[in-house]
């Protein structure tokens, strides 16, 4: 898969993300494309060392998987981190 392939299918996993998790989650078009192409790379990673797939192919039903798993939980830690950030004291 191509480098602007990749950064397509992290950002539409990025945006998917988004859309599964509840809540608001910040940061724009280019923290979701940051936040979607490291899950991507850590879900092929995972893919790749737990199930013996890899992110190879745009339109496989396994690269989306693993892409919007990645981003998941990529978001998931992204939210952890900033949103202590966020609470003040009263």
């Known amino acids: 898969m191509g480098f602007l392939a990749f950064l397509?299918?992290?950002?539409?996993?990025?945006?998917?993300?988004?859309?599964?998790?509840?809540?608001?989650?910040?940061?724009?078009?280019?923290?979701t494309l940051l936040l979607g192409v490291v899950g991507a790379i850590l879900g092929g990673w995972l893919g790749s060392m737990i199930f013996n797939t890899k992110i190879d192919e745009f339109w496989s039903l396994s690269s989306w998987l693993l892409a919007i798993g990645g981003s998941l939980i990529v978001l998931l830690i992204y939210g952890l981190i900033v949103g202590r950030g966020d609470r003040r004291k009263a």
Do not use: S
């Not at 992290?10 to 989650?25: D, F, H, N, R, T």
């Open 8 to 31: 397509l299918l992290g950002l539409i996993a990025g945006a998917i993300a988004k859309l599964i998790l509840p809540g608001k989650q910040g940061g724009g078009w280019f923290v």
